[in-house]
């Protein structure tokens, strides 16, 4: 298990960036993939991003790709969104996750961040 904690959240208006941060504990951050997830309210929790554990490989959901870049720096323990051109309908809750493999499914993530708000005004 590893622990997660998110910032970078707040309010924006639409076509403004923002940048999540995720700090991880514990000296196997290299072995996880980590990826980014969001819930709007009402909504079920959705896939966004994800990194694997070097770095080399990402992929991002459709909605997002050509906007939101996840990147990481191993060294710091750290894996981040760069969110650019932010629209209303990205507000939500950001949650950033651990998972032993690459993947898009939230089942196969087994540690949890608590969650930054990301509010975008229209």
């Known amino acids: 298990q590893v622990q997660l904690v998110e910032s970078g959240g707040g309010l924006v208006q639409a076509g403004d960036s923002l940048r999540l941060s995720c700090a991880a504990s514990g000296r196997t951050f290299r072995s996880y993939a980590m990826g980014w997830f969001r819930q709007a309210p009402g909504k079920e929790r959705e896939f966004v991003a994800v990194i694997s554990g070097g770095g080399g490989n990402t992929f991002s959901a459709d909605s997002v790709k050509d906007r939101f870049t996840i990147s990481r720096d191993n060294a710091k323990n750290v894996v981040y969104l760069q969110m650019n051109n932010l629209k209303p309908e990205d507000t939500a809750v950001y949650y950033c996750?651990?998972?032993?493999?690459?993947?898009?499914?939230?089942?196969?993530?087994?540690?949890w961040g608590q969650g930054t708000q990301v509010t975008v005004s229209s």
């Open positions: 996750a651990a998972s032993r493999r690459i993947s898009s499914q939230l089942g196969d993530f087994g540690s």
